[in-house]
């Protein structure tokens, strides 16, 4: 377990969409291996952070570093985001292909040894206990499946940080369950996890800290376990 | 005048037969076609890549303007392309007139049009979570592009079958810029145009059965091959 510092700071983010303020001159730093919970209203920009922060959608203005190493373009912050965060949809998309291929697509992005492919996504398969539909046809699969798939195909590449966009909403509670454990096990490993929802009460996902957006403003809020505490 | 059923039964003999002249037909028509399509489906799949996904100014109005093009007479595209590559016109110096190149030429004009209407249908329809996972798990935008295409393949070959299928059927710009010359640019539509014109309707049925043939094997892959991807999907 990495918990040497934060995988990503970014200070400054702004952000507009048509003329109207989205993101409001943020300042975030995000450590290994700990989840750190967003929530706002429908509509806060969370999604809009985590698309940032993933490199799928470039920022009005910032000061990036990552993993200690500042960026000087977006350019090249983009192309350090893509290769060191992954993002889930808060429905993943899965190809059109099987479990295994699914699983595979990064690492053949990346050129991996087809053996060393095989033993990872067998790993990954492990990881998330689907190892018996391991060629099915991903799309085939219930919601809580596809979403453990998508899990694993992120872990296999060993992001320094994972992006979830209301990763246990719409679940039935089996499911739910599975995917926190499978969350906070991603922390265990030494990812950095950021977990959106508009519903602060997680159960048993173990979050680190908690962060509230209104208004295009970031704030730290308590966590329930400190407020607890502070009651006694 | 022959009958429609012995004009039919001739067209059997001389397909079953392997007649020298029909097949060398044949074989001009599909290398002409095969070779436009082959060379307008990647730039126009880029193209309506780039018109589903890219923001730039005009792309409505470019997206219209391709629409519009889908009703353009193949006629008035040979006429305009003879009127270019004729000896007095500006691109008279390549003479390419009346060579198999220019009815590919006119073949591409034909095709690109659709290619890219029906090519820009099939990427707006795709999800953008498609493009943004790929992405995200460290897909360069070149493999973006190229997992999208496999996303959405059935819609492209749909597309490259209804390109194909416009321009092995057309006669117009075949004829004028290719000038049906026998054994060097003579297709099917412009032989069967030929025929008809001398009464010899047997060998214009013959090619005309090819075409027809062409057409159902053509949809009888892509029905097969989306029949899996239901299976599968």
Known sequence: ?232 | MESLGEAGIQALRLLLTGDPALWTIIGISFSVSLRAILIAAPVALLTAFALAYARFPGRRLLVALFNTALSIPAVVVGLTLYMLLSRAGPLGDWRLLFTQDAMIIGQILLSFPILVAMGHAAFQATDRRAWETALTLGASPWQALLTLIHEIRFGLMAALLAGFGRIIAEVGSSMMVGGNILNHTRNIPTAIALETSKGSFAQGIALGLVLLLLALILNLALLTLQGRGEVTA
């Open chain 1, 1 to 232: 377990m990495n918990d040497a510092g934060p995988v990503l700071a970014v200070t400054g983010l702004g952000f507009s969409r048509s003329g109207r303020p989205v993101l409001r001159e943020l300042d975030l730093a995000l450590d290994a291996g700990r989840i750190t919970l967003l929530t706002g209203h429908n509509g806060s920009g969370k999604s809009t952070l985590l698309r940032i922060l993933a490199g799928l959608l470039p920022p009005d203005r910032g000061r990036w570093h990552i993993d200690g190493t500042p960026g000087s373009s977006w350019q090249e912050v983009r192309r350090s985001l893509l290769q060191r965060h992954c993002y889930l949809h808060q429905q993943p998309y899965l190809f059109d292909a099987t479990v295994f291929d699914n699983i595979a697509y990064g690492l053949r992005r990346r050129r991996v040894p087809r053996r060393e492919i095989a033993e990872r996504v067998a790993r990954a398969l492990r990881h998330v206990s689907l190892e018996p539909l391991r060629d099915r046809p991903a799309r085939a699969l219930s919601g809580g499946e596809q979403q453990r798939v998508a899990i694993a195909r992120a872990w296999v590449l060993r992001p320094r940080l994972m992006l979830l966009d209301e990763p246990v909403a719409n679940m039935d509670k089996p499911a739910r369950r599975r995917s926190i454990d499978l969350i906070n096990r991603l922390a265990e490993h030494g990812i950095a996890v950021v977990v959106t929802s508009h519903d602060p009460q997680h159960g048993e996902l173990r979050i680190r800290r908690h962060l509230h957006l209104y208004q295009g403003e970031l704030s730290e809020r308590r966590l329930r376990t400190e407020a607890a505490s502070a009651s006694h």
